[in-house]
């Protein structure tokens, strides 16, 4: 009998009849053998992943437990729930008065707060100030040295970089408009210019001046200059380049926007009820807005938009009071100004508000300075202003604010449970280093998997950066010394080179705050000056001359001459052979230029090199 093939009995069989290799293949990933060997590799994977997971987090964790420790023993409590500042009685609490927590509060979480304050929100409209063409100031000249052709007595020459040059510029201006005080966008003057024909400043020099150079001139005008392509522009025009008919070139000065202070004071005097209001509410002691202050990066701060307005409207109407020869008034409004910063001082102090007292601060100073420089105010004022300036202290808020950041920064790290890194890594984040060598990798994709572990160690670092920047900018007596700050800065830096995901949490968290420590030494040393200037100028007042040396100021108009916050030696002072004086503190290159100072091309201070300069005006 013929033998037949065995037909396929199994369901195995019949798929796989006429691929026996598939068959061999299938039966040997599908084999129990093969699942117990799969299943034993999971297990191990698994093992491996928490170990690594676990070893991690202790890592990690004593990390930051050694950091933490090392700061408790200082005497700062690294607990979030320490800071928050208890709640205070309503009659005590400047935000309980009315308005002010409308006004000032800035944000509720993520909600904003509708402002509803006038005198933060209008434009001035000058209704009887025609649009006309700028008024044709000043021709400056540029020749050869000994070049000058003077046609009268109403012409000046000043050779290029000449220390005597801004006063004589200076004066040059007033004699022909008259003085004029406010800011880029409104100027002001008691009353409009009648100009007949410019006067003349030849400006004597062996090559054209540079933007800085001629911007150096004028350096208290309120004007702001940028480079154009006919010249230097702003608002329209300020400095208009010409050809001179002489095959030289000059600049021919214009102002625009001016005002008539008198129609300004009437236009605000509008907000009078709500300046009551807040000079009503700043004699109460507390400043603690209504807010969850648990999360300490959904704290409601103060509006920095309200503030930085008043206190441009309040220095405004200043200044056209210091025109008007009405002092005691342009002093009412100097010291709202100076008190509108109690609304900052609530706790724990964030960057931000700090930074905004130090803005606000510059303001007022340089407010007094153009008192000072119309020598419109008087001994009362003048006496009133040295104390409001005796007790101003920016470096210390902000370095408390340094100190909250540290806080706030590792309690919201912290914060983050599993699953919830992807808040922080989102893909529109761009992360860097301050040098800008770390590249942040993709992790929103890969949030699921961040140890927690690395989250302490990121801790870890954003809190070292910190406490090297505090420890860099702290000092026995008080001062700020740029080289130890740029030393710290660079340590800084240098915990969040490479790529180890230790350091891309901090790197993104802890920005370069060298700037911030920069201006508040600048605005702390020009706080400074203006209390010495206030003495030198009662000093005068009282005897016809400024003293030999600023010690002849004690006791009679100063308690003590204050030292430089910027390396903490005192003050360079000179008198001067126009009959003013120089006042100046050595700069942030820490090297003495003689009373130089140099300008960006906006016509700013230049911090990083010259020396910081109180400018005087002559009688």
Same mark, same amino acid.
């Given at each position: ?9 199994? !369901? ?23 699942? !117990? ?18 070893? %991690? ?14 700061? &408790? ?9 320490? *800071? ?66 003077? #046609?009268?007595?109403? @012409? ?5 970089? @000449?220390?005597?040059?801004? #006063?004589? =510029?200076?004066?040059?201006?007033? %004699? ?14 008691? /009353? ?31 004007? /702001? ?60 002691? %507390? ?40 002092? &005691? ?12 910063? *109690?609304?900052?001082?609530? /706790? ?44 101003? $202290? ?28 992807? /808040?922080?890594?989102? =893909? ?15 992790? *929103? ?57 230790? *350091?891309?949490? =901090? ?29 030198? &100028? ?36 000179? !008198? ?24 960006? $091309? ?18």
């Amino acid at each position: 009998m013929e033998n037949t093939p065995e037909k396929p009995t199994t !369901r195995r069989h019949i798929y796989f009849q006429h691929t026996p290799t598939f068959e061999r293949l299938f039966c040997s990933l599908f084999s129990w053998r093969t699942l !117990r060997r799969a299943l034993m590799v999971i297990i191990c994977l698994m093992t491996l992943a928490a170990i690594f997971y676990t070893e %991690e987090l202790w890592r990690g964790k004593r990390a930051w437990e050694k950091i933490k420790g090392e700061i &408790e023993a200082k005497g700062q409590r690294m607990d979030w729930s320490a *800071h928050i500042p208890p709640p205070v009685p309503d009659d005590q609490n400047i935000f309980k008065a009315p308005h002010m927590q409308q006004w000032f509060a800035g944000r509720w979480g993520d909600q904003k707060v509708e402002n509803r304050a006038d005198f933060a929100t209008k434009d001035f409209d000058d209704p009887g100030k025609a649009k006309s063409d700028p008024y044709h100031v000043l021709e400056i000249l540029v020749v050869q040295p000994g070049g000058a052709k003077v #046609a009268g007595p109403s @012409d000046k020459v000043v050779r290029l970089n @000449d220390p005597a040059g801004p #006063a004589m =510029a200076e004066q040059l201006v007033r %004699e022909t408009v008259g003085p004029i005080l406010g800011q880029v966008m409104l100027n002001f003057s008691v /009353k409009q210019p009648e100009l007949k024909a410019p006067r003349r400043l030849w400006l004597e020099t062996d090559r054209d001046p540079g933007a800085n150079e001629l911007t150096a001139l004028f350096p208290n005008l309120p004007v /702001k200059y940028t480079a154009a392509q006919t010249g230097w522009a702003a608002n329209g025009e300020v400095f208009h380049l010409a050809p001179d008919g002489d095959g030289g070139h000059k600049f021919i000065l214009l102002l625009d926007n001016v005002h008539q202070a008198g129609d300004y004071l009437a236009w605000s005097d509008q907000f009078q009820s709500e300046f009551n209001d807040i000079r009503e509410a700043l004699k109460r002691p %507390e400043a603690r807005i209504e807010c969850n202050y648990e999360k300490p990066f959904e704290i409601t701060i103060v509006n920095f938009v309200v503030i930085r307005n008043l206190a441009q409207r309040l220095a405004q109407r200043a200044q056209c009071y210091l025109l008007l020869g009405q002092p &005691e008034k342009a002093l009412a409004e100097l010291t709202l100004i100076h008190d509108i910063r *109690h609304l900052l001082k609530g /706790k724990p102090i964030t960057l931000v508000a700090a930074m905004i007292n130090v803005a606000v601060t510059g303001l007022y100073v340089s407010t007094i300075a153009d008192g000072l420089r119309l020598h419109a105010l008087h001994e009362p004022q003048l006496a009133a202003l040295q104390e409001q300036l005796r007790e101003i $202290n920016l470096p210390s808020p902000v370095l408390e604010a340094f100190r909250m950041e540290r806080l706030a920064d590792s309690h919201y790290l912290e914060s983050f449970k599993a699953g919830e890194i992807k /808040k922080f890594f989102r =893909a529109d984040v761009v992360g860097k280093s301050p040098k800008g060598k770390v590249k942040i990798w993709d992790y *929103h994709q890969l949030y699921a998997l961040w140890p927690r572990g690395w989250t302490y160690q990121n801790m870890a670092v954003a809190t070292r950066m910190l406490t090297t920047l505090l420890e860099g900018t702290d000092s026995v007596d008080g001062s700020i010394r740029p080289g130890n700050v740029k030393t710290a800065q660079e340590k800084m830096e240098d915990f969040a080179i490479g790529e180890s995901p230790y *350091h891309l949490m =901090a790197g993104i968290m802890v920005p370069n705050f060298i700037r911030a420590i920069q201006t508040t030494a600048q605005n702390q040393s020009l706080v400074q000056q203006a209390f010495i200037a206030c003495a030198l &100028e009662r000093a005068y007042l009282a005897h016809g001359d400024y003293p030999e040396t600023l010690a002849a100021l004690v006791p009679q108009y100063a308690d003590k001459i204050p030292s430089d916050i910027i390396m903490g030696g005192p003050f360079h002072y000179r !008198r001067a052979a126009d009959g003013t004086f120089i006042l100046y503190s050595v700069g942030w290159n820490e090297t003495d230029d003689g009373g130089k100072q140099f300008l960006t $091309n906006a016509g700013q201070p230049d911090l990083s090199q010259g020396d910081l300069v109180w400018q005087a005006m002559r009688r």
